[in-house]
């Protein structure tokens, strides 16, 4: 891995509201790519040990139920916007398996499903600073940077800083839910950048 | 006095809002628990964005998720006693085959998978029929799409 794992800063009217919210970020020189025989197989892997019985269940599983609980706190319903690891899930099941997509989104797939955390990847070369949980201009709660928004909170990133063909490095982030141990999310983005590093 | 009085009429609005979270995390639980029937799971609210939520805000989360809860547990115990009334149906022409002759009750509707039908037919076809001879059969397989 290039980087440490870094936190970020939350707002704190947010923190006052939900102390045990976090985001961590690493920084990854690696740039999209078409998914590899490795990640592939991978892949390949975890769509027979996911079927619906097991998507079933998840929202009995901790990781994802802490999610649930937070979308509810912040708005969101959990049976419109799936929490992370259901909406990877969802997407198995409807695809027949889990289809590779290429580079980053293989790896943020793979470490969504093995750790019930959601991981994103921005290009590095666009983002000003470090990340925070803040409010953006209307006053939603969003990833933002020194430069204003990046993403909404658990929605793909906005276009300004979106992984493109010309980015080389890349900054994963996940966000810590409420009741979610910080190790998961460690474990979401050491994974992540694993499969996203040059072999 | 006043400042005393302050403290007394001034609503705690952070702890209300633990409070509404901590019974919309109850309420969740339950949710998550819940072996919803079909037509439980509809969600009837739009996409949102994340955003801290007011009291009344929360009031609204919370009620909406009681209300949906309330719907779903209703539908479980008519379906809960549509199956048993199904059960009843099945024990009586298992026992009464003759007495309920050609009459049917599919798998679905005692809560099992499948496309099987337990029916009351008549045992060696015609003869059985003059003879008196009822038996349960249930027909297995889904049919063929198409």
């Known amino acids: 891995m290039d980087g440490l794992i870094q936190s970020g800063a939350v707002a704190p009217a947010i923190t006052q509201e939900f102390p045990a919210l976090g985001l961590l970020w690493l920084d990854v020189a690696a740039a999209p790519s078409r998914t590899p025989p490795d990640v592939r197989d991978r892949l390949a892997h975890l769509s027979d040990r996911w079927r619906g019985a097991q998507a079933l269940a998840l929202r009995r599983q901790p990781v994802a139920h802490a999610h649930r609980v937070f979308f509810r706190h912040i708005g969101l319903d959990p049976d419109v916007q799936r929490v992370p690891q259901e909406e990877v899930i969802v997407r198995r099941l409807l695809d027949g398996g889990f289809r590779p997509r290429g580079l980053p989104a293989d790896a943020l797939t793979i470490a969504c499903v093995q750790t019930g955390v959601g991981v994103w990847a921005l290009d590095a070369g666009a983002v000003d600073g470090p990340l925070a949980i803040a409010f953006d201009e209307t006053q939603r709660i969003a990833v933002c940077d020194a430069a204003g928004r990046l993403a909404a909170l658990f929605e793909a990133p906005d276009a300004r800083a979106a992984v493109v063909k010309a980015t080389r490095a890349m900054r994963l982030y996940a966000i810590r839910a409420p009741g979610v141990p910080e190790l998961f999310v460690r474990e979401a983005l050491e994974l992540a950048a694993e499969l996203l590093e040059p072999a | ?146």
Not at chain 2, 15 to 38: D, G
Not at chain 2, 72 to 92: K, W
Not at chain 2, 96 to 104: A, D, I
């Open chain 2, 1 to 146: 006095m006043v400042a005393v009085l302050d403290r007394v009429v001034a609503p705690d609005h952070a702890a209300a809002r633990r409070a509404l979270r901590e019974q919309i995390s109850r309420l969740e639980r339950e949710w998550s628990a819940l072996e919803r029937p079909p037509g439980a799971a509809q969600a009837t609210a739009r996409p949102g964005h994340a955003r801290l939520l007011g009291v009344g805000e929360l009031e609204r989360a919370r009620d909406a998720l009681t209300a949906r809860l309330a719907h779903a547990r209703a539908l479980q115990a008519q379906r809960g006693a549509t199956q048993e009334a199904a059960r009843v149906r099945l024990e009586r022409m298992l026992l009464e085959p003759g007495r309920h002759r050609f009459e049917q009750v599919p798998a679905s509707a005692l809560g099992e998978g499948g496309c099987g039908v337990y029916a009351v037919r008549p045992r060696l076809g015609l003869i059985g029929m003059l003879m008196g001879w009822w038996q349960v059969k249930l027909s297995s397989g889904c049919p063929l799409p198409g």
